[in-house]
């Protein structure tokens, strides 16, 4: 276990004082200030933050953020909301995409048609590229 410090002096001078809510209780003999330690939680990477809120703006689900980045839709919905990302509006366009190495999306970029009549984006995920690409929704 790392040292503890004292939030209220910096203090690494601590003696265990009991359990308060199932948590280790500390005073400081320092200052005499009564702490406990955060709970040691599952702390994701920012980066995985950052790409679901991408995806999320571009109109990928939560299940499938979920799919893509191996993080809880629930994690994903909890960010959405801490930073206030707004839902993009409903249009007549429609992301798919599509998970390519980098010889894959090279090929796509070689052929003209791929480029016409969509909208396009890449984002680096690990290893390999996430192209996003709107089409129009066809109708009949």
Avoid at 16 to 28: A, D, H, T
Avoid at 123 to 131: A, S
Wanted: hydrophobic share 35%.
């Amino acid at each position: 276990m790392s040292q503890l410090h004292c939030p209220k002096c910096e203090s690494t001078e601590a003696t265990k004082s009991g359990i308060v809510g199932g948590r280790q209780r500390y005073k400081c003999k320092n200052c005499g200030y009564h702490f406990s330690v955060a709970k040691a939680g599952k702390e994701i990477n920012s980066y995985y933050v950052i790409k679901a809120l991408q995806l999320f703006v571009e109109g990928v689900s939560y299940r499938e953020i979920e799919r893509l980045l191996g993080v809880s839709h629930v994690s994903v919905m909890n960010w959405v909301k801490k930073y206030g990302v707004k839902a993009p509006r409903q249009t007549e366009y429609h992301p798919t995409y599509k998970i390519l190495n980098q010889k894959e999306l090279t090929d796509f970029f070689l052929k003209p048609e791929n480029l016409k009549e969509a909208g396009l984006i890449v984002t680096e995920l690990g290893d390999k590229y996430m192209m996003i690409r709107w089409e129009r929704f066809r109708q009949g």
